[in-house]
């Protein structure tokens, strides 16, 4: 499996037989600059459908779109009722984490989750491999939230998104340092893309940072 960072929520997930899943597609606006999603791809998730994470017709190749719970393409999709704040969804309103397995690997896509998950919702989500998490705060969970749930989930690998950058620059929102202090594990590549293999998953959890590919 590999999985490409395409920017803010928005990763392409390619499996060992080509079939490619694109989360979160984005629109591009004044503080959100990511060059526009001209990507092809057989599966769109979305989270919620906030414009920022919602823009399916940006994404080529007429995929099957997953909202939540679903089967496409022979993948299973389970999808997690949460939300987007931590008022019950008064502020931002609902949110869907969507989990999946991909070559023997299960990835789970936090979309904008805005508060901690309850022991119930942690015990729906199950095993997960691959954790793709928002870190940047304000719009989302912020850096503590993100590594309290990181330590209560275990993944094997950690992929922070949605937070402040070059690209991104949503005065509230934080920067990816503040969720990488302090943790063991940390590998900063120079590249948009990351390859996994089942039965090569680290022992012990790994955080990796992608630079946008857009």
Same mark, same amino acid.
């Given at each position: 499996?590999?999985?490409?960072?395409?920017?803010?929520?928005?990763?392409?997930?390619?499996?060992?037989?080509?079939?490619?899943?694109i989360t979160d597609p984005y629109v591009t606006d004044e503080n959100l600059?990511?060059? @526009?999603?001209? @990507?092809?791809?057989?599966?769109?998730?979305?989270?919620?459908?906030?414009?920022?994470?919602?823009?399916v017709s940006a994404v080529r190749g007429n995929p =099957?779109?997953?909202?939540?719970?679903?089967?496409?393409?022979?993948? @299973? $999709?389970?999808?997690?009722?949460?939300?987007?704040?931590?008022? =019950?969804?008064?502020?931002?309103?609902?949110?869907?984490?969507?989990?999946?397995?991909?070559?023997?690997?299960?990835?789970?896509?936090?979309?904008? !989750?805005?508060?901690?998950?309850?022991?119930?919702?942690?015990? @729906? !989500?199950?095993?997960?491999?691959? !954790?793709?998490?928002?870190?940047?705060? $304000?719009?989302?969970?912020?850096?503590?939230?993100?590594?309290?749930?990181?330590?209560?989930?275990?993944?094997?690998?950690?992929?922070?998104?949605? +937070?402040?950058?070059?690209?991104?620059?949503?005065?509230?929102?934080?920067?990816?340092?503040? $969720?990488?202090?302090?943790?063991?594990?940390?590998?900063?590549?120079?590249?948009?893309?990351?390859? +996994?293999?089942?039965?090569?998953?680290?022992?012990?959890?790994?955080?990796?940072?992608?630079?946008?590919?857009?």
């Open positions: 499996m590999k999985i490409k960072w395409l920017g803010h929520a928005s990763l392409m997930i390619t499996s060992e037989t080509g079939t490619k899943i600059n990511y060059g @526009e999603i001209k @990507e092809s791809a057989d599966i769109v998730t979305v989270s919620h459908e906030h414009g920022d994470h919602s823009n =099957e779109v997953v909202r939540g719970t679903a089967k496409a393409k022979g993948i @299973e $999709f389970k999808g997690i009722p949460t939300y987007h704040d931590d008022a =019950e969804g008064k502020l931002r309103g609902n949110n869907a984490i969507i989990c999946f397995e991909v070559d023997g690997i299960r990835v789970c896509h936090l979309g904008d !989750l805005g508060h901690q998950l309850s022991a119930q919702q942690v015990a @729906e !989500l199950g095993k997960i491999d691959i !954790l793709l998490i928002p870190v940047g705060g $304000f719009y989302t969970i912020d850096a503590k939230v993100a590594g309290q749930l990181c330590d209560r989930l275990k993944p094997k690998v950690i992929i922070p998104m949605h +937070f402040k950058n070059d690209k991104c620059t949503y005065p509230t929102i934080a920067g990816v340092d503040e $969720f990488l202090k302090g943790k063991e594990g940390v590998s900063r590549l120079d590249t948009s893309e990351v390859e +996994f293999k089942q039965g090569e998953l680290p022992v012990t959890t790994k955080t990796v940072v992608l630079e946008p590919a857009l």
